[in-house]
Structure formats: structure tokens, C-alpha cells
């Protein structure tokens, strides 16, 4: 099952994309899953975003403590 959200007036792609998948790089995988919104720059309350499966890599050398999410 897809996860969404649900903007707030004046979400941005990258301001959803940073808060919701962690990073603000990930703005065009965000902005793919929901290409029927392109058009929208600034968001307005309640429009509802399908948020794309982001596979996450941690380097199984570095003790736990020392490994990084990308």
C-alpha cells in the first residue's frame, strides 16, 4: 500500500520531499509519483500526495553508530 500526505498551504516539492522522505535530492522521485500536480509550485491545503517508495543502503562496515542512511 502506497503511503500519502496531505500538503499544508505553501508545501513546496522540496520542502515534502525533505520532511516526508528525509532529503531534499529525493524532490523528483516525489515529483514523478505524482505527475498530474506539476503544475503546482506552491501547494494549497489538502492535496493528497502518493510518497514513492525510497530504498535505504547502510554500509554494513561501520559500527552501528557510525552508519549512514542514503
Given at each position: 500500500?502506497?503511503k500519502t500526505y ?5 508545501d ?11 532529503s ?25 500526495l502518493?510518497l514513492?517508495e525510497i ?14 542512511v542514503?
Amino acid at each position: 500500500m502506497s503511503k500519502t500526505y496531505t500538503t499544508v498551504q505553501s508545501d513546496r516539492w522540496d520542502s515534502v520531499a525533505y520532511t516526508q522522505l528525509g532529503s531534499c535530492a529525493l524532490a523528483p522521485r516525489l515529483m514523478a509519483a505524482n505527475s498530474q500536480y506539476l503544475n503546482y509550485f506552491e501547494f494549497p491545503a489538502g492535496i493528497v500526495l502518493t510518497l514513492p517508495e525510497i530504498e535505504t543502503k547502510t554500509s554494513s562496515t561501520l559500527p552501528p553508530w557510525k552508519k549512514v542512511v542514503t
